[in-house]
């Protein structure tokens, strides 16, 4: 029987005799995606199996993909010092007071804890949102209060004002701070309190120590009523 050499050859590189197998290149050489690959340095050898499920995409295609990862990795990575951490901060509106020393101490922290860039990016953007957010809901409520103490007092408003701001400063400091942290500065309420304080005081019906209207008798003048 004849055998027709060239058709048991094509047949065996059908069946993958390790010369290229099916859809391989002539002569068994790799096909054109799987040629970087297969040409890995010997620097990179060790590590092939990390490439493995790439070496039949085009190198383009597997370059693309390790720049597209690179790029998201460095979202998540943390810079070297906190001053690499690049914050955007954004416009902060008058009367939100920011401590520059203590946003750098907040930033070291972060840092240390290895907070990525953009994780702390987006933390310091809602707590300023929050910030900004409550100081403009404490204005609008200081401004509806004060406008309650306008229609009140009248003309008066500012002569009973400057009154009420003087009696504050001579309470102890320990009140002073409750009151600002009560966000009670503006209070109607209170300023109006205040405000019978400073006129009794003004008008001599009050004095200091709050001996006022007290009885001038002795304890046991008081206890036991006068004695001849």
Do not use: C
Request: hydrophobic letters at 35%; glycine letters at 8%.
């Amino acid at each position: 029987m004849l055998h027709d050499l060239r058709s048991e050859q094509r047949l065996t590189l059908a069946e993958d005799d390790g010369t290229g197998g099916p859809g391989g290149s002539p002569g068994g050489a790799p096909p054109a995606a799987q040629e970087w690959f297969t040409g890995l340095p010997d620097t990179l050898k060790p590590d092939a199996a990390v490439f493995e499920p790439f070496k039949d995409k085009p190198v383009t295609d597997v370059l693309g993909a390790f720049r597209d990862l690179s790029k998201k990795a460095a979202d998540f990575s943390v810079p070297a010092t906190p001053a690499e951490y690049d914050i955007k901060l954004p416009e902060i509106p008058e009367g939100v007071m920011f401590d520059q020393k203590e946003f750098d101490s907040f930033v070291a922290v972060a840092h240390k804890a290895g907070t990525p860039a953009k994780v702390l990016q987006s933390i310091i953007d809602q707590q300023f949102a929050e910030t900004i957010a409550a100081s403009a809901e404490e204005k609008k409520q200081a401004d509806a209060a004060d406008k309650v103490l306008r229609e009140s007092w009248g003309p008066k408003y500012d002569q009973n004002r400057v009154e009420v701001e003087r009696e504050i400063k001579a309470l102890p400091q320990t009140m002073q701070d409750s009151i600002q942290k009560a966000n009670m500065g503006n209070d109607p309420h209170l300023m109006e309190l205040i405000f019978l304080v400073a006129s009794a005081r003004s008008e001599g019906k009050l004095r200091a120590g709050g001996d006022e209207g007290v009885s001038k008798k002795s304890h046991a003048e008081r206890l036991y009523g006068g004695t001849k």
